[in-house]
């Protein structure tokens, strides 16, 4: 006792320690971030006049350098030519007329006409080459811009390729020279001496401790454990309480111990009492939106996992029949949706199977009527091959080793269910589950004294 609670002390004071240094990394982080975002010092009156012509031309320098500089030159060179253009046919219109004024005004004024006329022609046909030539100056100046930038993104392509390679090249050297776990393991527990130094050895081999083993341990428990009471938390919102239940489900598909952690830390009373609640608000008219499908997943996982069905043949919910009426409820309310028949009938199979034929169950699932919802959902599931497979299952589950529940299964003719079902789908196969009911499955309900089935 003395050791545990050293352990506990040691591991208390490891993980104060831990916290210390975590909190001292996260204020060192702060700092530096504000370090960061500060703004900067404002220079003096006397730095910031001096540094004006230089920013200024810095300025001008990377317009000039830039895409843009073509199109400000050509932008110049057009007024400039327009100006010099249109000024010197206004003077030599001036002219034309002070020289032609002793003659006809009108054949003066016409000669004025085409004069203007003809300069303008000139002016704008060499405008037009102007901006012809000006244009395919652009346009290579573009292209040539657009080839260097695919140059430089194949060169930083292949550079990124070349650094992959030769990390994929130096991971296989070093893998080819290191020994694999297994032979490195089995030269330690060969050059180490029997007993607990040899087990000691293999296990500094492998990595592994018992205390990590353990604290492993601890932790998936804690983790499940808090997983379990969101989804039992009621002032959790129903779709969040739902993601939980689909948290458990991928948890417990994992295998190993989580189904039993999920087991004992509550999960079959979670998913029953979520299944029960969805029924009940569908029965008010409230009907809880998503409905809980994730819950009934993580109560057929559970279920039918071989690690926790010792601990669920136990279980006060399963015996007692609990899982059993709220399932059953489930199916009822969900007549012809094929998703949750399956899942629902395996379910409701397992509980069956792990109730036991001396608790009761079996009967009081056929007296609340459980074999008309079977008869009724083959039709309504258009005799689908797994809800098949399922009313198959739970029909013969009910039977087996039950005496009580085989005659009651007779007189509503249950064998006449199962024998369609097995000629509809002839690949259908229970792998010698029900071996032991070839007897009952020829028998017939017994005829009416009018000659009719009863």
């Known amino acids: 006792m003395d050791d545990m609670d050293a352990k506990a002390a040691e591991e208390d004071a490891e993980l104060e320690a831990a916290k210390a240094e975590l909190a001292e990394k996260l204020r060192l982080r702060r700092e530096l971030l504000a370090r960061k975002d500060a703004p900067p010092k404002r220079a003096s009156l006397l730095m910031t006049l001096l540094g004006a012509p ?8 990377a317009m000039c350098t830039t895409a843009n500089a073509v199109l400000l030159t050509a932008l110049g060179s057009f007024i400039s030519v327009s100006h010099g253009a249109y000024t010197y046919a206004y003077k ?8 032609d004024g002793e003659d006809d005004d ?4 016409a000669s004025d006409e085409q004069k203007v006329r003809r300069a303008f022609d000139v002016v704008a046909e060499s405008v037009g080459e102007w901006i012809a030539k000006l244009k395919k100056s652009y346009q290579a100046a573009s292209e040539k811009a657009k080839a260097s930038s695919a140059a430089a993104k194949a ?3 292949a550079k990124a390729e070349a650094r992959r390679e030769e990390a994929a090249k130096k991971k296989l050297a070093e893998k080819k020279k290191a020994p694999p776990p297994a032979a490195a393991a089995a030269a330690a527990a060969a050059a180490a001496p029997s007993g607990r130094a040899a087990r000691a050895a293999t296990r500094a081999a492998l990595g592994t401790t018992v205390s990590g083993v353990l604290d492993a341990h601890g932790v998936r428990k804690r983790c499940i454990t808090a997983m379990v009471n969101m989804t039992l938390d009621l002032r959790i919102e129903w779709r969040r309480r739902l993601r939980s239940f689909a948290g458990l489900v991928r948890v417990a598909a994992k295998g190993s111990s989580r189904p039993y952690l999920i087991v004992d830390a509550g999960g079959v009373e979670a998913a029953t009492d979520a299944l029960d609640a969805w029924v009940k608000s569908k029965a008010r008219g409230e009907v809880l939106q998503p409905g809980p499908d994730s819950a009934l997943q993580l109560l057929r996982i559970l279920l039918n996992v071989p690690s926790a ?3 669920l043949a136990l279980h006060e919910t399963i015996r007692g029949g609990e899982a059993a009426m709220i399932l059953l409820d489930v199916l009822a309310e969900t007549p012809g949706v094929l998703p949750v028949q399956k899942g629902g009938l395996n379910a409701l199979w397992a509980v069956i199977r792990l109730a036991g034929p001396r608790s009761g169950v079996s009967e009081r699932l056929i007296k609340r009527g459980l074999f008309e919802h079977l008869e009724d959902e083959w039709e309504d599931s258009f005799e689908d091959e797994g809800v098949a497979h399922g009313i198959g299952g739970v029909i013969m589950q009910l039977a087996l080793g039950n005496r009580a529940a085989q005659a009651q299964l007779t007189n509503v003719g249950a064998q ?19 071996a032991d009911l070839k007897t009952w499955l020829r028998e017939r309900r017994p005829e009416s004294r009018d000659g009719g089935d009863r």
């Open 54 to 61: 230089f920013r200024v031309l810095a300025a001008v320098y």
């Open 92 to 99: 030599k219109f001036e002219r034309d007329f002070e020289r």
């Open 106 to 109: 009108g054949a003066s004024v």
């Open 155 to 157: 060169r930083s392509e």
């Open 309 to 311: 069905q010792k601990a």
């Open 416 to 434: 006449a269910l199962v024998a369609k079902i097995l000629a509809k789908h002839h690949g259908l196969s229970y792998k010698g589950k029900f």
